[in-house]
C-alpha cells in the first residue's frame, strides 16, 4: 500500500474522531458557545474533504490491483463525511430555528402589536441574503468537485498514455535484440563462407600440384 496514502488516511481518520466529538458537545451547547463549536466543525469538514481528494488522486494513480482495495476504503470515507456534514446540518438548523424562536418571543413579549412592516421586510430580506448565500456556496463547491473530476480524468489519461509509451518501449526494444542477433548470425555465416573458400581453394592448389607432379614424373620417365 502507498505510504503517502497511509499518511493521509491516518491524518483523516484523527480528523473524523476529532470532528465527531465537537459535534456531540456543539448538540449540547448554546448562544455563542455552539456558534463557536460549529464554525470549528465546519473548518475540520474543508480539511477533511481536501484529505478525501488528497486520498482519492493518491489511489487512482497505484496500480489497479492496488487502487480497487483503496478506492473501496475512500467510499466509506466519503459516506463518513457526508453523515458528519448531516449531522453538521441538523445543529445548524436547531440553532437558526431556535434562535427564530426567540427573536419571535422576544418580539411578543415586548408588543405583539408593534411588530411592524418594515420589522417584517427586513427578515424577509435577510432570509433572502441567506438563500442567496446558500446558493453561492452549493455552487461553488459544484464547481470545485467539477474541477476535481476533471483533474482525476486528466491523471487517469496521462497514466494510460504512460503505459502505452511503456508498452511501444519494450516493443522496440524486442526488435532492436532480434536485428542484433540476425547482425550475429550474417556476420558468422560470412566468416564461415570465407573459410570455406580458403579450404576449398587449398585443396584445388593441392590437387592441381599432384597432377603437376604426376605429370613431371611420367614424361620424366
Known amino acids: 500500500m ?36 460549529v464554525s470549528e466543525v465546519k473548518a475540520g469538514l474543508d480539511d477533511a474533504e481536501a484529505l478525501i481528494r488528497k486520498m482519492d488522486l493518491e489511489a487512482r494513480s497505484l496500480p489497479p490491483n492496488v487502487k480497487a482495495t483503496l478506492l473501496a476504503k475512500l467510499r466509506e470515507y466519503k459516506s463518513d463525511l457526508n453523515n458528519l456534514k448531516t449531522e453538521v446540518k441538523r445543529i445548524t438548523s436547531a440553532n437558526a430555528n431556535q434562535a427564530v424562536r426567540d427573536e419571535l418571543l422576544e418580539s411578543g413579549m415586548a408588543d405583539a402589536n408593534m411588530v411592524s412592516a ?39 489519461d496521462l497514466h494510460q498514455q504512460r503505459q502505452s509509451l511503456l508498452h511501444a518501449h519494450d516493443n522496440l526494444h524486442g526488435v532492436d535484440d532480434n536485428i542484433s542477433r540476425s547482425k550475429k548470425i550474417l556476420t558468422t555465416m560470412s566468416r564461415r563462407m570465407s573459410r570455406n573458400k580458403w579450404i576449398i581453394g587449398s585443396i584445388i592448389a593441392v590437387l592441381v600440384l599432384a597432377i603437376l607432379l604426376v605429370l613431371y614424373f611420367k614424361l620424366a620417365h
Open 2 to 37: 502507498s505510504q503517502v496514502f497511509e499518511g493521509y488516511e491516518r491524518q483523516y481518520c484523527e480528523l473524523s474522531a476529532n470532528l465527531t466529538k465537537k459535534c456531540s458537545s456543539a448538540s449540547i451547547l448554546d448562544g455563542e458557545q455552539k456558534k463557536q463549536k
Open 118 to 156: 418594515d420589522q417584517r421586510q427586513r427578515l424577509m430580506m435577510s432570509t433572502g441574503r441567506l438563500n442567496q448565500s446558500s446558493d453561492r456556496i452549493r455552487q461553488s463547491r459544484k464547481t470545485m468537485l467539477e474541477t476535481e473530476d476533471l483533474g482525476v480524468s486528466i491523471l487517469q
